[in-house]
Antibody
Framework: QVQLQESGPGLVKPSQTLSLTCTVS??????????WSWIRQPAGKGLEWIGH???????NYNPSLKSRVTISIDRSKKQFSLKLTSVTAADTAVFYC?????????????????WGQGTLVTVSS | SYVLTQPPSLSVAPGKTARITCGGN??????VHWYQQKPGQAPVLVIY???DRPSGIPERFSGSNSGNTATLTIGRVEAGDEADYFC???????????FGTGTKVTVL
């Protein structure tokens, strides 16, 4: 059973950088069958895909966040990480890491089959 | 970017059928996935590729996709089905992803 666990500070000051890490149990982080994604959810609101990374280090980001986001991977530690710069109160949310299944038919068909429990990050001074 | 519209809420009596819609322009050309999210928990995949069920998801959950509307159907609704439900597709055929606005299902 795959498990994902987010970790990182729960409080970040405005204008600073939010940093989170997701630890993946098992060996699937080395598999060619998955991307590794970050998704966020402000309180009482919907889900927003932030971006993903492949085991090679190749990344893709949501255009609305691209200028502020960096996702990296450390396969030896079975971890991938998120950095979001210049945060404001609008970035306050529960952040999830998730495993994205790469569809044979192409990325337009991908879905998220395993999720971490989520971690709340509050942006406040 | 591609917009997915869901009704904010839906109420259904136990034992009845709930139909949750996800509207999008020509959505039938996309592959739609559905997630169930209970309060304080992470989303759980309940339908992928329009109508496939992951292992462990009851047969009561089914999906369809036609025209401008995809539908998640929950048959013989139980109290444990009370949750928020989100649809998801790729944005304009790319490897960017969007989620629907979410539907809160209340079991009466």
């Amino acid at each position: 059973q795959v498990q994902l666990q987010e970790s990182g500070p729960g409080l970040v000051k405005p204008s600073q950088t939010l940093s989170l890490t997701c630890t993946v149990s098992g060996d699937s982080i080395n598999s060619d069958d998955y991307y590794w994604s970050w998704i966020r959810q402000p309180a009482g609101k919907g889900l927003e895909w932030i971006g993903h990374i492949y085991n090679s280090g190749s990344t893709n980001y949501n255009p609305s966040l691209k200028s502020r986001v960096t996702i990296s991977i450390d396969r030896s530690k079975k971890q991938f990480s998120l950095k979001l710069t210049s945060v404001t109160a609008a970035d306050t949310a529960v952040f999830y890491c998730a495993r994205e299944v790469i569809a044979v038919a192409g990325p337009a068909f991908d879905y998220f089959d395993y999720w971490g429990q989520g971690t709340l990050v509050t942006v406040s001074s | 970017s591609y917009v997915l519209t869901q009704p904010p809420s839906l109420s259904v009596a136990p034992g009845k059928t709930a139909r949750i819609t996800c509207g999008g322009n020509n959505i039938e050309t996309k592959s739609v996935h559905w997630y169930q999210q209970k309060p304080g928990q992470a989303p759980v995949l309940v339908i992928y590729y329009d109508y496939d069920r992951p292992s462990g998801i009851p047969e009561r959950f089914s999906g369809s996709n036609s025209g401008n509307t995809a539908t998640l159907t929950i048959g013989r609704v139980e109290a444990g089905d009370e949750a928020d439900y989100f649809c998801q597709v790729s944005d304009s055929g790319s490897d960017h992803y969007v989620f629907g606005t979410g539907t809160k299902v209340t079991v009466l």
